[in-house]
């Protein structure tokens, strides 16, 4: 137990004193809104698991692309129910390390293999 209660200690001093954003706390209750509000929204086709014959008769995990078979582990592929497609919940601001993030992001947007 005393080893346990140190790791716990570590880890809620490392939690205090790292970065705060308030960008999370935007991006978490708009994705918390739209989650709610489309709760009954039907998980799209392609990422459904398929373990009877009857449900890949249905299309269920047709057409998934495996992110990690794919130059760095990244695919085109739709992951919200519809009319929720591309929706963006994280936005970096410009201070901080939030600032490194955000150049992050648009260097993946715009890297060599897009």
Do not use: W
């Amino acid at each position: 137990m005393p080893e346990g209660n140190t790791a716990l200690a570590q880890a809620a001093i490392y939690l205090a004193l790292a970065p705060k954003s308030n960008a999370v706390y935007v991006a978490y209750g708009k994705a918390k809104k739209d989650a709610l509000e489309t709760e009954t929204q039907p998980v799209p086709l392609h990422l459904r698991n398929a373990p009877t014959r009857l449900m890949r008769e249905l299309g269920y995990g047709k057409g998934y692309k495996y992110a990690h078979d794919f130059d760095n582990a990244e695919v085109d592929q739709q992951h919200f129910p519809a009319g929720l497609e591309g929706r963006k919940y994280y936005i970096p601001t410009d201070r901080g390390f939030e600032a490194e993030l955000r150049k992050r992001k648009a260097k993946k947007k715009t890297g060599p293999d897009k």
